[in-house]
């Protein structure tokens, strides 16, 4: 009786109860974010540098937030021209999961030096 109750608990969990994986994140961001953007410090490559992202107000003009949290990020990281319509920023949809993990990434490195 318990057993069943157990995997019905399991099969009914939300889908956003996804942990958020910073090490996997750190790999993520290197693939995807690191052939255009510098990850390990400020300067500009194609894109801004990432270094200390978290936290840190946007480089760039016309985005409707003042700092990059988790909720400026997340929107970002889903559709860069959703946000700002003529950004040269273009990248394969990244899933939900990966957003969180490059986010989860950038939030434990924020601050090094």
Request: proline share 7%; hydrophobic share 45%; with cysteine.
């Amino acid at each position: 009786m318990m057993r069943g109750f157990l995997a019905l608990l399991l099969l009914c969990a939300p889908v956003s109860a996804y942990a958020a994986d910073a090490q996997r994140g750190a790999v993520v961001a290197q693939v995807r974010c690191l052939p255009c953007h510098n990850l390990y410090n400020e300067w500009k490559r194609v894109g801004p540098g990432l270094k200390n992202i978290y936290g840190r107000a946007p480089t760039i003009t016309g985005v409707p937030f003042d700092v990059w949290n988790d909720a400026a990020l997340e929107l970002w990281l889903s559709g860069p021209r959703r946000v700002k319509a003529n950004t040269t920023m273009s990248m394969p949809p990244l899933a939900a999961g990966d957003r969180a993990d490059i986010i989860a990434y950038f939030k434990s490195v924020r601050g090094s030096k």
